[in-house]
């Protein structure tokens, strides 16, 4: 199966550590997305990548959530300092330009679930 | 700006029955998409069906359909022959500017349901 993977699948951290997430895209996918999704409540959007340009960011994402795509295929996301409140699950997401008749459709991961202590 | 509203936090359906999953929509962009996904317990976001602004049909795969009603803004999801896997979260989402272009996903609270043997 050639789906979106994430990798760690889960993550416990003490507060002020910092924490990586990897997401590799579906291999022809040049669009990947980073969302995060707390208990209880959809997914918010925050950020998103076309080939290796991060090209839009959310308000949520804070100076101290930094996230790469540098050659275009696998994407990082790293939080610094990490606090109780980022918590949470953290999806990826990719999708190809164009897609069927012109819409593209984002496929997801399986998610990190992030805990801090 | 952009809305996703999903007013049923949790539904039950007997097994082998329909059910219909509601979500409204608002957003001033003509060209949108309206996305609806489903996830298990094991996180990860499956993409279930989509339905485009100038659909002039409604959407259908397999046993899920899309009654789309662009003057009331509303898409909601029909599920017909309920099974049991089908138990889980199920989020309504949008995204503007829909064609040939990338762009965040806007996502509902979810309906979280049930399917009783």
């Known amino acids: 199966d050639t789906g979106v993977s994430q990798d760690p699948r889960h993550k416990i951290t003490k507060r002020g550590q910092n924490v990586t997430f990897r997401c590799d895209p579906i291999?022809?996918?040049?669009?990947l997305y980073w969302y995060r999704q707390t208990l209880g409540q959809g997914p918010e959007f925050l950020t998103y990548?076309?080939?290796?340009?991060?090209?839009?960011k959310s308000r949520l994402l804070s100076d101290r959530f930094s996230a790469e795509r540098p050659k275009g295929s696998f994407s990082t996301l790293e939080i610094q300092r990490t606090e109780q409140g980022d918590s949470a699950m953290y999806l990826c997401?990719?999708?190809?330009?164009?897609?069927?008749?012109?819409?593209?459709?984002?496929?997801f991961g399986p998610g990190t679930r992030l805990l801090v202590l | 700006a952009q809305k996703i509203t999903q007013t049923q936090p949790g539904m039950f359906v007997q097994e082998k029955e329909a059910v219909t999953l509601d979500c409204t929509y608002d957003?001033?962009?003509?060209?949108?998409?309206l996305f609806w996904y489903k996830q298990p317990s094991s996180g990860e976001m499956i993409f279930l069906i989509y339905?485009?602004?100038?659909?002039?049909q409604n959407a259908t795969e397999g046993r899920y359909s899309l009654n789309f009603q662009k003057a009331r803004k509303s898409a909601n999801l029909v599920i017909s022959a309920s099974q049991l896997g089908d138990s889980a979260m199920y989020f309504c989402?949008?995204?503007?500017?829909?064609?040939?272009?990338?762009?965040?996903?806007?996502f509902g609270q979810g309906t979280e349901l049930s399917v009783k043997p």
């Open positions: 957003t001033s962009d003509q060209s949108y998409g």
């Open positions: 997401a990719s999708s190809i330009t164009g897609g069927q008749g012109g819409v593209e459709t984002q496929y």
């Open positions: 990548f076309q080939n290796e340009a991060q090209l839009e």
């Open positions: 291999s022809e996918h040049n669009r």
């Open positions: 989402a949008m995204r503007e500017r829909i064609y040939n272009q990338g762009g965040k996903l806007i």
């Open positions: 339905q485009g602004s100038y659909d002039e």
